[in-house]
């Protein structure tokens, strides 16, 4: 924890969706580590889980839900859990997301659209606006989300995935306007190539790759750690005068 008060999240409770691998993990563990209470949620149950266990490991207040976001009824328990577990939501990190399909836009298909739509953009929306009115009661609270540089520049073969990180963004700034006066904030981090799992399509065997990083600034893959302290940041009270904003990280690939 950090020594700066306003970094300390003691008595905070947050929602992280995607919680149990990559960037959404190592939110959750600093996040927790900052004095939150964590939420952790994924789709599978024995990852939620193993990550609560991790957690509970540095005595860090947890709970696990297992929910795939991208069903609303199970966003809106998710959010329900929450409360009902832990007293009410303080932060919420929407970092779920799926890219079903890596080619061209023409071999996307009507179920591949959905799929992306549903949990990159119709979940953080339902999840942000169920978790509005609980924090808007405990005096505030600060959304996350999770979006991409690819939703400010379109990716060869990424196109309806970099088209959700872009209505990502938006909606971002859209709640930032409508829900400031209720000391709502939003903000959108876009990382850049992160090495997950997730984007291990993007980064193994890919000879781009090394072009990439040759013309980046800090010519390295980066790490989800690199994300998550700003996350931080923009959960706690340090970050308190920010929101609607869109912050890169990407060791200075779109400069």
């Not at 959304?143 to 520049?153: A, F, H, K, Q, Y």
């Not at 090495?195 to 390295?220: C, H, I, Y």
Request: charge should be neutral.
């Amino acid at each position: 924890m950090s020594n700066d008060p306003r970094f300390d999240l003691s008595g905070k409770v947050a929602v992280i969706t995607g919680a149990t691998r990559g960037i959404g993990r190592a939110i959750a563990f600093q996040l927790g580590r900052a004095g939150a209470a964590v939420v952790v949620s994924s789709r599978k149950p024995d990852a939620v889980a193993e990550t609560v266990k991790a957690l509970e490991a540095e005595r860090i207040t947890t709970r696990g839900f297992p929910a795939n976001v991208g069903r609303l009824d199970e966003a809106r328990a998710l959010i329900a859990h929450a409360t009902n577990e832990l007293g009410g939501i303080d932060i919420l990190v929407n970092n779920a997301a799926v890219s079903p399909l890596y080619g061209p836009l023409t071999s996307m298909t009507e179920s591949a659209f959905d799929k992306i739509m549903s949990v990159n953009v119709k979940a953080p929306l339902e999840l942000a606006c169920r978790a509005l009115p609980i924090m808007a009661a405990r005096g505030g609270g600060s959304i996350v989300n999770m979006s991409s540089v690819d939703g400010l520049r379109p990716d060869h073969d990424l196109a309806v995935y970099s088209a959700s990180k872009a209505a990502l963004i938006s909606l971002t700034k859209a709640m930032a306007l409508e829900w400031g006066a209720q000391n709502v904030r939003a903000n959108a981090i876009c990382p850049g190539l992160i090495k997950t799992d997730f984007s291990a399509p993007m980064w193994k065997e890919n000879a781009g790759v090394a072009a990439q990083l040759a013309r980046q600034p800090l010519p390295r893959l980066g790490s989800p750690e690199d994300v998550s302290g700003l996350a931080l940041f923009l959960a706690s009270d340090a970050g308190s005068y920010c929101t609607g904003g869109v912050y890169v990280v990407d060791g200075g690939w779109m400069t």
